[in-house]
């Protein structure tokens, strides 16, 4: 770019900006993984006492915060492969046909992203509470984990469906036309042509809600019971108690994993696509 | 796009399972708690709906419209701080070189990707008094004290460091609001600067303007549109916030969510606590429809 316009922007101002920006965002959890290493028990997050990897092994060795990871992994794994298929009818759906009551319909499966996370999660915990449409607790692993995963996916193919349906905006009418030409069935257009050309929006969408369920506190807290805990829960219970190294080991591996996730995702997609 | 009726089985294949879902997981649930927030508690585990309106009289008893005027303000405050924050380092990207984009957006987008408890549990050793917030603030201040002892004012800024209160105080809150939707804001903002025609901005220049002219009549006004997205899906979700106030407020800067989940687990008290989240999802749609009105109003000026 020659002069004038935005100039102002790549003065070193602008930049600082970026840098001040980007600092408050990663000092934090900086600060966080170094101090997993930090050799104290008691104020452990204060006072630098010496490196250590002691911690990520009580971590590994605390068998309820081991069973918490695994039940948030279960939990995100079957709670996206739902929410990707809903979410992916869901948006065939409000891409193909025209139905009475459309503008509504659309709000209704938009209204899940923008309904505050603590209604939804109070709602549900009532709605398993009152209605007897809730898996007992003492039903067996994983199927005690069903009121949570039922409610990670109904936050989380609403989201799905948006990335999906993004997608399918890009499918060329001709190509299922031609198709039909030739003699193909409905259903063969769908699942040879259509199908195939969503993949990466479904793959999108499948990561997203994945990462939606394993972030997701609020709405876990109200639906999960003693025994059914997720990471984020456990987590949270851990620090209300105390603050130990032990808790930022088991965050630095959580922040590892979603590390490891985003750049399977940047792969898979570029990173200008996925902020729209 | 074609009409449902041409294929009736096929929409119907379709939009059965998830219609159906939404009913009874969304839908369902909202009208419980709806039934529940004209009820009273008649014992410890029994409630009966009434009909009566007293939950809904409650919200406006001093104590909880304070709790209400609370959440609105820090929200408030929040999501300017990340507007003035976020605009220059959208504009940073905007005009970063075509290669570094991505990159530059990664970078701000990965803590968005980082689970929320861990980032607010990160937070919460910033702000501590012996946090490294107050470790960084008493280097300046030690490095202020000897500049001013240097030139004869001894003690200018008191006799010790004393370290600054985070936790619990409402400016503790609202950096951790900050923190976790400043992501958020910076998104919509970015877009916007990329959709925007930059020819504007060398006619502005070119007939004179100075820098300072052309970004507050001419690129601040054009950008509009992501600035109120931006503010929108700052506020909304700051407005529900649960786990910044509870862990970084202590219990002393409580929100609304707080008090709501607080109806639920310890106080007992389902019908007030469902009035309360059915107040706080018709506060989200009020915010929801200024959006809206205001989006249509621009587009109006638009075609006139």
Request: charged share 15%; hydrophobic share 55%.
């Amino acid at each position: 770019m020659s002069a004038g316009p935005f100039q102002y922007a790549r003065k070193t101002s602008m930049r600082t900006m970026f840098l001040l920006a980007t600092i408050f965002l990663y000092a934090p959890i900086i600060v966080l993984i170094v101090f997993s290493f930090n050799d104290s028990r008691r104020g452990g997050n204060i006072v630098w006492r010496g490196f250590t990897t002691d911690y990520y092994v009580k971590a590994w060795n605390n068998a309820s915060l081991i069973e918490a990871f695994a039940n948030s992994i279960t939990i995100a794994v079957i709670s996206t492969i739902f929410a990707t298929v809903l979410g992916a009818m869901t948006a065939v759906l409000l891409w193909r046909w025209r139905f009475p009551a459309k503008p509504v319909y659309e709000g209704l499966v938009a209204l899940p992203i923008v309904i505050p996370e603590i209604c939804m999660g109070v709602s549900l915990a009532v709605f398993f509470a009152s209605t007897g449409l809730s898996i007992p607790p003492e039903a067996p692993w994983p199927l005690n984990l069903g009121n949570i995963i039922v409610a990670h996916i109904t936050f989380s193919f609403p989201f799905a469906a948006m990335v999906i349906r993004t997608r399918l905006q890009s499918f060329p009418p001709e190509m299922a036309e031609a198709a039909r030409d030739l003699g193909a069935t409905e259903w063969r257009v769908f699942w040879d042509i259509l199908i195939p050309h969503m993949v990466p929006g479904l793959i999108a969408g499948a990561l997203l809600a994945f990462t939606l369920s394993l972030d997701d506190f609020v709405i876990t807290f109200f639906t999960s019971g003693p025994n059914t805990v997720t990471f984020p829960v456990k987590v949270y219970s851990m620090l209300r108690f105390s603050v130990t190294p032990e808790i930022n080991a088991a965050s630095t591996v959580l922040i590892l994993m979603t590390l490891v996730m985003t750049f399977i995702a940047i792969r898979l997609q570029k990173p200008t696509e996925m902020a729209q | 796009m074609e009409s449902w009726r041409r294929a009736t089985a096929a929409f119907a294949a379709f939009a059965g399972p998830t219609t159906l879902w939404l009913m009874v997981f969304f839908l369902v649930p909202l009208g419980i708690i709806w039934v529940y927030s004209f009820g009273e508690n008649v014992s410890l585990t029994e409630i009966k709906t009434t009909w009566t309106w007293s939950n809904y009289a409650r919200i406006f008893e001093p104590e909880i419209a304070t709790l209400f005027w609370r959440t609105l303000w820090l929200s408030g405050i929040a999501t300017v701080v990340c507007l003035i924050v976020g605009y220059p380092v959208a504009l940073s990207i905007a005009t970063a070189e075509a290669k570094w984009k991505p990159w530059l957006l990664l970078v701000i987008m990965l803590p968005f990707w980082t689970n929320l408890l861990i980032r607010t549990y990160a937070m919460l050793n910033i702000l501590g008094a012996q946090g490294r917030l107050n470790d960084v603030i008493g280097w300046v201040w030690a490095a202020g004290d000897g500049l001013a002892s240097l030139v004869g004012l001894d003690g200018l800024f008191g006799e010790r460091f004393q370290p600054v209160t985070f936790l619990g105080t409402q400016l503790g809150v609202v950096i951790g609001l900050v923190y976790v939707q400043l992501p958020f804001a910076i998104l919509p903002l970015y877009s916007s600067m990329e959709r925007l025609d930059r020819s504007y901005l060398e006619a502005s220049m070119d007939l004179g303007a100075g820098q300072f002219r052309t970004f507050f009549l001419v690129l601040v006004p054009l950008t509009s549109a992501g600035l109120v997205t931006a503010a929108i899906i700052t506020f909304i979700p700051a407005l529900g916030s649960f786990l910044t106030p509870d862990l970084l407020g202590r219990g002393q800067v409580d929100m609304i969510a707080n008090v709501i989940e607080r109806q639920f687990k310890k106080a007992n008290d389902w019908p007030f606590g469902s009035a309360l989240s059915l107040f706080l999802l018709y506060v989200t749609f009020i915010v929801l429809a200024v959006k809206a009105i205001i989006d249509m109003q621009a587009a109006k000026r638009r075609r006139s």
